[in-house]
C-alpha cells in the first residue's frame, strides 16, 4: 500500500501521480473527498474514492476529525457571537448609566440637593432659609431697579435708612384692605408660594456668587434682600454687603431674579435669605 501510487480527478483535470500518503493528506485538507474518482497507477479504472477498500479506513477517518472541526468551529461562532452580545448589552448599560449620571449631575447643578429644610450646600457656599413679609416703602433705598434694558439706571440720593428687615414672623398679618401710614395696600403675601419659587430656583444664584468669590476667601456672608412686586416680578435687589453692594454682583442677581415667576398677589413683598462662603465652624 505504501508502494502505490494514485491518479486523481479534480474537475477535467487529471492529476498525479501521487503516494497513497500524500493522497490520504488530502483526504484530511478536505482537497480530495469520499466522491472523488481515483485511479491506482496500472488499473486503468477510476473508481469514486469511497469504494476503494484501500482507502476506506482513510476516508472513515478523515471525515471524523472533519465533522469534529465543524463542531468546534461552530461552538467558536457561537461563544464569539454571545460575547458580542453581552458586549453589546454592557456598553448600552453602561452608556445609559453615564447619561443618567450626566442627568443627575445636571440636575443637580440646578436645583442642588438638600442636607437640611433650611439649607442647600454647593460646595463651600450655602444659602439661609428665606424669609418673606409684605414690602415697606423705604425698601427703595439703595436697590438696583431692573429696567429691561441691561443697563445699570443712574443714581439717586438715599432716602431714609437702609431696606427695612423682613418683619418678625410672631407679627399678625395685616387684615385686607387696610393701609399702612404711607398709604400702601396692606394685602396678604402668600408666603408657601413664594417659598416655593425660591426653593426650585435660588440655585440658579450660585453663579452669580463664585463670580464674585475668591479663592481663599474667609468666611463670609452676602445677604440680599429684593421686591416681588403686585404683578410676580423682580423689580428691585439690595445686597446688604458693603464689598458687593454694587458691581457686577447686584446686576446678576437682578438678571436671574427678574426670571423667576412668582405668581402676581395683591400686595409687593420683600424677600431675603443669606449666601454664606466659606465651611462653616
Known sequence: MADQTWLFRQGDLILGPVPTKLLVDKLFTGEVNGLTEVQMMGSGIFRKLRDVPELKVH???????QRVDAHAEEHAKSRSKRLVTIIGVVTGILMVTGIAVAFLGSYL???GSTSTADELAWGDITIDAPTVSRA???ADDELVEYTGTGRKPPPRAPVGNAPTLPANPGTPKPKMGT?????M????????????????????????IKEVAKPGMPPTQIPIQFTVN??????KVWVDNPDFKSGPLPECLMRELAKWPF???????????AFNIGKKG
Do not use: W, Y
Open 59 to 65: 476516508l472513515a477517518k478523515a471525515e471524523a476529525k
Open 109 to 111: 447643578a440646578v436645583h
Open 136 to 138: 415697606q416703602r423705604n
Open 179 to 183: 393701609a399702612d401710614s404711607d398709604g
Open 185 to 208: 395696600a396692606m394685602g396678604e403675601v402668600d408666603q408657601d408660594a413664594i417659598n416655593s419659587v425660591i426653593a426650585k430656583f435660588k440655585p440658579t444664584l450660585i453663579p452669580c
Open 230 to 235: 403686585e404683578s410676580g416680578k423682580v423689580s
Open 263 to 273: 405668581k402676581a398677589q395683591g400686595t409687593s413683598a420683600s424677600v431675603g435669605f
